[in-house]
């Protein structure tokens, strides 16, 4: 059963940083694209960064450019976000969600091409 559980999120001050974990179990991370995604109340769902375990390839929402970190770690089947100088803006329920692919490809930014989410964890910023 492909599983994926998100933990890291929290409460935290302006200009602080938070990681966010993505456990993926039931399957191994090889030919995955991994997302992050974030949705705040009364807004839709959008990509921040997503990582491609088929090429290293990234992708990151102009709005958490260097900012945020991708990164994955096959050895743990987990794909962490390093989130630093959180914005009041950044605050949302995050999501991680993860697509199988045959080869390289340009990844999905919209939710649509991912199969399996898991259940969120909420980033709060605030003083």
């Known amino acids: 059963q492909v599983q994926l559980v998100e933990s890291g999120g929290g409460l935290v001050q302006p200009g602080g940083s938070l990681r966010l974990s993505c456990a993926a179990s039931?399957?191994?991370?090889?030919?995955?694209?991994i997302g992050w995604f974030r949705q705040a109340p009364g807004k839709e769902r959008e990509a921040v960064s997503l990582f491609s375990t088929i090429d290293g390839s990234t992708y990151y929402a102009d709005s958490v450019k260097g900012r945020f970190t991708i990164s994955g770690d096959n050895a743990k089947n987990t794909v962490y976000l390093q989130m630093n100088s959180l914005k009041p803006e950044d605050p949302a329920v995050y999501y991680c969600a993860a697509a199988e692919f045959d080869g390289i490809v340009i990844a999905p930014t919209t939710p649509e091409g991912y199969n399996d989410w898991g259940q969120g964890t909420q980033v709060t910023v605030s003083s």
């Open positions: 039931g399957f191994t991370l090889d030919n995955y694209v």
